[in-house]
């Protein structure tokens, strides 16, 4: 399973749509950018930078998003940087996902959200 932090999304019942910045095990993408109910993964991390991630271990992410622009780290290392007209024309809000099917437990802490 995997989870993820959604940004500009809109929420239908149990259906989000927008943008998802990943968070899931290694090899499995965590700060790429998934756009949910539209085009699918629109960057995926290098996979040497996959490593950044520390599995049964507090991570930070930080995700930067400007305009058009969205940059993500985990633990202090720069994941993805993309420039996308649509997510710039997106509106909507922020999200916590747990993606269905169980098989994964995800914890939360030290929430900061800060308007740039």
């Known amino acids: 399973g995997n989870s993820g932090v959604f940004i500009r999304s809109t929420v239908d019942g149990v259906k989000v749509s927008g943008w998802q910045v990943e968070v899931a095990p290694p090899g499995q993408h965590s700060g790429g950018i998934y756009e949910s109910y539209g085009r699918g993964w629109l960057i995926i991390p290098e996979p040497e930078k996959e490593q950044a991630l520390k599995m049964g271990e507090w991570n930070t992410m930080k995700i930067k998003v400007v305009g058009s622009e969205v940059t993500t780290w985990l633990n202090g ?36 959200i800060r308007e740039l």
């Open 77 to 112: 290392t720069k994941m993805v940087h993309i420039k996308d007209e649509k997510i710039g024309k997106g509106e909507g809000g922020i999200a916590l996902q747990i993606h269905s099917g169980g098989g994964i437990k995800v914890l939360w802490r030290n929430i900061f």
